[in-house]
């Protein structure tokens, strides 16, 4: 493939990255100081005041986060987690890493997030926590899951820049909520994550675990319960720092793309497009994911997108069905079947904050010309 194809190929995803990105990472080079630096609290301070939390600890990852939110709610071993079944694989990940049990209850069908009343159903007297995920940065019925009155973590890995159904920033509402710093997400710090936490100290235990369980008032080798290495170091602050500057482009870019997609595959009979907010819902736009017709194979639409030169890709599989949840808590098809349909038929088109109409036309001409309509 010559340069210039390669150049404008449409990616999948791509994150924004520039001269203060570039600035703040050789700042940090020059300094010699590379974790546990003064950039480390700055972000946690920046990036709180954005969600409205009182608090943040950043961690390595996503899934970092979420493992440590689940302890500081007090998840331990034979406990259940109630949660979605169609997310990424961390979100069921995190309760087994405390060998707690995922439990798993079906999805709305519009929204695509957990349903509070299939939750409410699944709930037992060993359920110790509830963790809904923002599905697609679309916030999640939190009032009617804090009516069910269990502890409740926020799998917001997707929903940088939401506003729930009460208007308040996603992170904002008190418990506490895990963000994603991934390359694809809203922000990216390449690898990376946030706690957003209402309390000093669910902070302390957060920033105590992740750095081996050592409390702060602590010598350097000496730790008073058991922790992970679960950093980020001071380059991926910096990383975020400069992409938190940025933010509100970022996002207004995202809704941009979505608004353009939205328009011209509006009409495409039986395909289906994201839920639209409602009152005083705002979607913190993450990715374009639809879903296809009853009709159409979509194996078959993937390929032949592919050929047209349009990247997709099947997204989320549910995953109760993948392999480790099937051999490992006996899970089979059948269970949850709204998830299960949305799962057959969801694809996940091209999507970034810089992407042009010209693509997103490009994208979604070759869409309507696989499906033939
Ligand atoms: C991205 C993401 C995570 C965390 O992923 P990491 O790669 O660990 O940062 C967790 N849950 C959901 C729903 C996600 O999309």
């Known amino acids: 493939m010559s340069v210039r194809a390669v150049r404008d190929a449409i990616s999948l995803a791509r994150p924004v990255l520039g001269e203060a990105e570039e600035r703040r990472v050789l700042e940090v080079l020059r300094s010699g100081r590379l974790s546990l630096g003064p950039l480390l609290g700055e972000f946690e301070r920046a990036f709180a005041g954005k969600v409205g939390a009182a608090h943040a600890s950043a961690v390595s990852s996503g899934t970092a986060g979420l493992h440590l939110a689940l302890r500081a709610v007090g998840v331990k071993e034979g406990d259940e987690v109630v949660t979605t079944p169609l997310s990424f694989v961390a979100s069921a990940n995190v309760a087994v890493y405390e060998r707690a049990r995922p439990v798993f209850a ?11 009343e299939a939750a409410a159903a699944a709930v037992t007297d060993r359920a110790t926590a509830l963790l809904p995920v923002h599905l697609f940065g679309y916030p999640a019925d939190l009032a009617a899951f804090e009516r069910i009155g269990l502890p409740i973590v926020e799998d917001a890995c997707e929903a940088l ?7 308040i920033p996603v992170g904002g509402r008190g418990h506490p909520a895990v963000f994603g710093f991934y390359a694809n ?27 081996q369980g050592r409390a702060p008032d602590m010598d350097w080798l000496d730790h008073d319960r058991l922790g ?14 400069a992409q938190l500057e940025r933010l509100d482009d970022l996002l207004s870019g995202r809704a941009r793309v979505a608004e353009t997609y939205r328009q011209m595959l509006r009409g495409v009979e039986g395909l289906e497009l994201p839920c639209e907010d409602t009152g005083r819902i705002r979607r913190g736009w993450f990715v374009f994911v639809v879903q296809l017709p009853r009709d159409v194979e979509r194996d078959v639409t993937v390929r032949a997108l592919s050929e047209r030169g349009v990247p997709s890709k099947p997204y989320f599989p549910a995953v109760h069905l993948m392999t480790y949840y099937r051999e490992q808590f006996g899970h089979r098809e059948g269970e949850f079947p709204v998830c299960e349909d949305v799962a ?6 091209p999507f970034f904050p810089e992407m042009r109409e010209g693509q997103v036309e490009q994208v979604a001409e070759a869409l309507r010309e696989v499906l033939g309509r």
Request: charge should be negative.
């Open 185 to 211: 997400k809203q922000l990216t710090t390449g690898e990376g994550g946030m706690v957003a936490v209402a309390d000093s100290a669910a902070k302390e235990r957060i920033d105590s675990e992740r750095n």
């Open 161 to 167: 820049g939401a506003n729930d159904a009460d208007g």
């Open 228 to 241: 992970f290495n679960y950093r980020l170091s001071e380059v991926a602050c910096a990383l975020g720092l």
């Open 344 to 349: 057959a038929r969801s694809i996940a088109l």
């Open 106 to 116: 079906d999805i709305d069908p519009v929204t695509l997030n957990l349903d509070p």
